[in-house]
């Protein structure tokens, strides 16, 4: 599938925009007043909703209705394996702490990767969209094709002065993860223009792309809550990696213009971001 070109990616996109706009329409026009916490996952906040559930479901619906021998890893347990190459990845709402308390930062995002999703030497993300239905805004990629917001190109910025650098970042839903993370802020937080903390990794990856930050750091990511964002902010000129060499994958994630990129690897050095503490 590699090698099929940027046209069989634009018709894999197309179905993810179309997925992921008809989920975005459910979970924002069918969240219930009295929406609860279905049920928890790692720990007493990392909630998931009768809303994530029935978002992954339509989305699964679409998506496999329309290629059936393509595998899905669904953030929700929606998880298929396909006798194709091909395997969806969903996250049914990214940001499900925002949609809980009704803040308008969330997401459905969804990539094609070819490969194993959970392998992250494995695979190759084809095409990525991410679509946040409260402001209607849709930042979609494919592979070797540019990223786009609402169709219209988009760049990452790049900068060589740490100081001038606003940084998102987000936090694990484990206490004992997150002691580490504050330490790994905290020793960034004097040396940049100011850290953001929004709530969705996959919108963070998408402001990345369009220089509404200049650059996002977190680790724990997910593949749902990377792959699409990942893709969207490569294509719009970011480095996307781990920390140094390795790869961007469930240990860290640092997104940013290739000089912003190298001043943020160079900062970290020490701090050990990749790893819950000692
Ligand atoms: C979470 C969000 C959050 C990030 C967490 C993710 P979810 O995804 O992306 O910003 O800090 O690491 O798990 O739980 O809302 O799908």
Redesign the pocket.
């Known amino acids: 599938m590699s090698g099929a070109g940027h046209r069989s990616y634009d018709e894999l996109l197309a179905l993810a925009v179309r997925a992921a706009r008809a989920g975005g329409d459910l979970i924002r026009d069918e969240r219930p007043a009295d929406l609860g916490v279905a049920l928890t996952?790692s720990s007493p906040t990392?909630?998931?909703t009768v809303m994530?559930q029935a978002c992954e479901r339509l989305v699964h619906d679409l998506l496999l209705g329309e290629r059936p021998v393509d595998g899905m890893l669904g953030?929700e347990g929606g998880t298929v394996a396909g006798t194709s190459d091909l395997t969806w990845v969903v996250?049914?709402?990214?940001?499900?702490?925002?949609?809980l308390y009704g803040i308008p930062q969330?997401a459905v995002?969804i990539a094609v990767v070819s490969g194993d999703p959970t392998d992250d030497a494995g695979h190759e993300v084809l095409a990525g969209c991410v679509h946040n239905p409260i402001s209607g805004q849709t930042w979609t990629a494919t592979l070797g094709g540019g990223a786009y917001l609402d169709g219209a190109p988009i760049g990452c910025s790049d900068g060589a002065d740490l100081s001038q650098v606003l940084l998102a970042?987000?936090?694990?839903?484990q206490a004992s993860r997150r002691t580490h993370q504050a330490q790994v802020v905290s020793a960034l937080l004097p040396r940049v223009r100011d850290i953001r903390?929004?709530?969705?990794?996959?919108?963070?990856l998408c402001q990345v792309a369009c220089g509404r930050v200049d650059a996002y750091l977190?680790?724990?990511?997910?593949p749902?809550?990377l792959a699409a964002g990942g893709l969207i902010a490569r294509e719009a000129g970011a480095l996307v990696t781990g920390l140094g060499k390795a790869l961007a994958g469930f240990e860290l994630v640092v997104a940013a213009g290739p000089a912003t990129h190298a001043l943020l690897q160079d900062a970290l050095q020490g701090l050990a971001p990749d790893t819950d503490g000692s």
């Open positions: 996952k990392d909630v998931v994530d953030e996250d049914p709402i990214d940001g499900t702490v925002n949609y969330y995002s970042t987000g936090f694990g839903y903390r929004m709530g969705s990794g996959a919108l963070d977190e680790r724990g990511l997910h749902w809550d």
